[in-house]
């Protein structure tokens, strides 16, 4: 991604601070036990600011008549070079990200104590991480320490998340452009999976053939943690264990996607291990299904966030009541929530630089309206787990099928369409592969 784009993002951001100053820490590496780190992944708000991916970084963005944006990083060291690979150091990192300066990480303490004193608010990320917290209360109370000088600090500290997340909630073409692909490579992962699906193989097997092909295509990283969920796995939301064999009459719920250039994929599909719907199985999905075109079709500019779960929670209540699962009136059961037995979690979320990513989803108390290049995702469901009351045909059977939508000016747009949904189109990938 060129440089100007995030340069652009700092300036924005900086016109909102006024004459406060930015500091947003990315995120620190992660010890996994001895010697040995988790994968590194970086705060995703800075990313989004800089488009730096090195650990140990710190952003400062000074607002005011003369806006800045100056990077902390880490210097350049042939020697750990030759153990942890390339650093680009600060005066490669000014050049490469568009920074007005960039400065040794071991200077940030000293140097916020100029930077600081002046400004009239502070923000940076509150309350996610207590060694950030009393670096910054340091800050403070060294200012504080030097009143008598005429030295005067930040009267206020704020997050800076009321901001960043607003600028996040809404996609540029940039964003989109990897958003499109990392969908492209998760449905391409899906397809995989339905392909090789067949009994006797493993949930794990399988979650490995979408990992192969998640790597294939470039991704770096799963998302999120896959859920290979088959027969009863299937009605436990987040199951990751993807431990059990694939039986003849099961369904499997997967629920994969990747991460490329750092944004998300989410998509849901549940298919047959056999490659045939049939029974109770294929009358809940067909209902699941239904509920999805209606959610999606309810994605568009004016609508609210919630109008999507209000449509799939009609039909997929509806739905219920025809099968005899709910007894009543279909309004008094969404009224007094008896549907969530069935379907006990929401239909969206906001999806970007994370899977379950940052923005609002009120606006003083109300839903709030949907607009172009917002992105949500569309993912109804529905969960029979074992009860007296429940004929036992229906037992633990689990679906959900999801996708990734975004908000254009005249309605919407299915990033993730290139993962068959209808059981006609399922049953003939399935037949058409070995």
């Known amino acids: 991604m060129s440089s100007s784009v995030y340069r ?61 944006s100056i990077l902390f990083c880490r210097e350049k060291d042939g020697e750990r070079e030759i153990w942890d690979g390339f650093r680009y150091g600060p005066k490669a990192a000014q050049r490469k990200f568009g920074f007005d300066l960039a400065l040794p990480i071991g200077l940030l303490d000293q140097k916020m104590l100029e930077f600081v004193c002046g400004s009239k608010k502070l923000f940076t990320f509150l309350g996610e991480d207590a060694g950030w917290d009393t670096r910054v209360m340091g800050w403070f109370n060294s200012i504080r320490g030097r009143s008598r000088s005429g030295v005067k600090g930040p009267g206020m500290l704020c997050d800076v998340r009321q901001i960043s997340d607003e600028m996040r909630l809404f996609k540029d073409k940039t964003e989109m452009d990897l958003m499109k692909k990392a969908a492209d490579i998760s449905a391409a992962a899906h397809c995989r999976a339905m392909a090789c699906t067949r009994p006797g193989r493993m949930e794990f097997e399988i979650g490995a053939e979408i990992s192969y092909e998640f790597a294939r295509q470039g991704s770096p990283s799963v998302a ?45 599909r549940t298919f047959p291990v056999d490659g045939q719907f049939k029974g109770a199985g294929k009358a809940l999905y067909e209902i699941v299904l239904q509920a999805q075109l209606k959610a999606i079709e309810a994605v568009r500019p004016g609508q609210t966030f919630n109008d999507p779960h209000e449509a799939a929670v009609q039909v997929l ?84 099928i999801e996708d990734d939508v975004r908000v254009t000016r005249t309605g919407h747009e299915v990033l993730t369409d290139k993962v068959p949904k209808s059981v006609g189109g399922i049953e003939t990938l399935m037949a058409n592969h070995d």
């Open 8 to 68: 652009q993002r700092r300036a924005r951001l900086a016109q909102q601070l006024t004459s406060g100053i930015a500091v947003l820490p990315t995120a620190p590496e992660r010890p996994r036990n001895r010697d040995n780190y988790f994968p590194y992944r970086f705060d995703s708000t800075f990313y989004y600011l800089t488009g730096f991916e090195e650990p140990e970084a710190v952003l400062v963005v000074l607002g005011g008549k003369e806006p800045k």
């Open 317 to 400: 209540t509806q739905g219920l009541v025809d099968l005899g699962l709910l007894k009543g009136h279909v309004e008094d059961l969404i009224e007094t929530g008896e549907y969530q037995r069935f379907y006990m979690h929401r239909t969206s979320h906001w999806l970007g630089l994370d899977v379950h990513d940052v923005g609002e989803y009120k606006e003083e108390n109300e839903w709030r309206t949907l607009l172009p290049d917002m992105v949500l995702t569309v993912e109804p469901g529905l969960y029979i787990r074992p009860a007296k009351d429940v004929p036992e045909t229906f037992w633990n059977i689990g679906i959900r």
């Open 224 to 268: 999120y943690n896959s859920i290979v969920a088959s027969g009863k796995n299937a009605c436990v939301l987040h199951y990751v264990t993807n431990q059990s064999r694939l039986e003849p009459d099961d369904l499997l719920l997967i629920d994969a996607g990747c991460e490329y250039g750092g944004y998300a994929a989410d998509i849901t």
